[in-house]
């Protein structure tokens, strides 16, 4: 059975009059937290489309940078979208259900932040109302300042990232300790990994831009210490 196939079973519950936010409370353990990883940034990205405003744009386009949408599936994931969209609980509301089926620190939590970035980005502007509302859920999700300060490194356009924030190491650090850190960064990233810490393999594109920006940022410390 696809995710897609489980998240319209979930649609059909909501569907039905259960509350979005009861629905995670059912998807705290594997398999289904794959399903409820996608429910939380498909809904979190809703809620942030509203933040800024932009609840017409082509939310499908914005979830491709996530996830792996078959085209009949679109359909599913446009309608879970205005679902959240329309749903009167608020996003810290839905923020909070998300971070309680985690434990505190797991690195999903910074998995689905990065999904939310790719959504905020899509669209080639990265809205202050937009930076506001990651802000406050990585609050909710107990992430520190360093962790989304790097993660809004990696995405927000204009100019190029810092490398050093990118692997979340210090410009003074030793090349030993920025080398660990990469490998580090490379190995949480690998597919398998994050497939492992629930991430759903129709999103597992996140880990390969991931490792683009990983890796360019070694690379560049590299050139500039040698």
Same mark, same amino acid.
């Given at each position: 059975?696809?995710?897609?196939?489980?998240?319209?079973?979930?649609?059909?519950?909501?569907?039905?009059?259960?509350?979005?936010?009861?629905?995670?409370?059912?998807?705290?353990?594997?398999?289904?937290?794959?399903?409820?990883?996608?429910?939380?940034?498909?809904?979190?990205?809703?809620?942030?489309?509203?933040?800024?405003?932009?609840?017409?744009?082509?939310?499908?386009?914005?979830?491709?940078?996530?996830?792996?949408?078959?085209?009949?599936?679109? $359909?599913? %994931?446009? *309608?879970?979208?205005?679902?959240?969209?329309?749903?009167?609980? /608020?996003?810290? !509301?839905? #923020?909070? &259900?998300?971070?309680?089926?985690?434990?505190?620190?797991?690195?999903?939590?910074?998995?689905?932040?990065?999904?939310?970035?790719?959504?905020?980005?899509?669209?080639?502007?990265?809205?202050?109302?937009?930076?506001?509302?990651?802000?406050?859920?990585?609050?909710?999700?107990?992430?520190?300042?360093?962790?989304?300060?790097?993660?809004?490194?990696?995405?927000?356009?204009?100019?190029?990232?810092?490398?050093?924030?990118?692997?979340?190491?210090?410009?003074?650090?030793?090349?030993?300790?920025?080398?660990?850190?990469? $490998?580090? %960064?490379? *190995?949480?990233?690998?597919?398998?990994?994050?497939?492992?810490? /629930?991430?759903? !393999?129709? #999103?597992? &594109?996140?880990?390969?831009?991931?490792?683009?920006?990983?890796?360019?940022?070694?690379?560049?410390?590299?050139?500039?210490?040698?």
């Amino acid at each position: 059975m696809s995710i897609w196939t489980r998240i319209a079973d979930a649609i059909s519950a909501l569907t039905s009059g259960e509350g979005l936010s009861s629905v995670f409370e059912r998807l705290r353990t594997p398999p289904e937290r794959s399903v409820g990883f996608a429910i939380a940034v498909i809904a979190l990205g809703a809620k942030m489309a509203k933040a800024d405003g932009q609840v017409t744009r082509n939310e499908v386009t914005a979830f491709r940078e996530v996830f792996d949408i078959p085209r009949r599936e679109e $359909r599913n %994931a446009a *309608r879970l979208f205005n679902l959240a969209r329309q749903d009167v609980a /608020g996003f810290e !509301e839905y #923020a909070g &259900r998300i971070r309680r089926m985690y434990t505190a620190g797991d690195p999903v939590l910074a998995d689905l932040m990065e999904g939310l970035f790719h959504i905020a980005v899509a669209d080639g502007r990265y809205h202050p109302d937009e930076d506001d509302f990651l802000h406050r859920v990585a609050q909710i999700f107990e992430l520190d300042e360093a962790q989304f300060k790097r993660l809004r490194a990696r995405f927000v356009p204009g100019g190029d990232p810092d490398p050093y924030e990118v692997l979340g190491v210090s410009p003074d650090a030793p090349m030993d300790e920025i080398r660990k850190a990469w $490998r580090r %960064a490379v *190995r949480d990233s690998h597919p398998d990994t994050m497939i492992a810490r /629930g991430v759903p !393999e129709e #999103a597992v &594109r996140m880990a390969e831009n991931r490792m683009v920006a990983i890796n360019r940022a070694w690379e560049d410390i590299s050139a500039a210490r040698h």
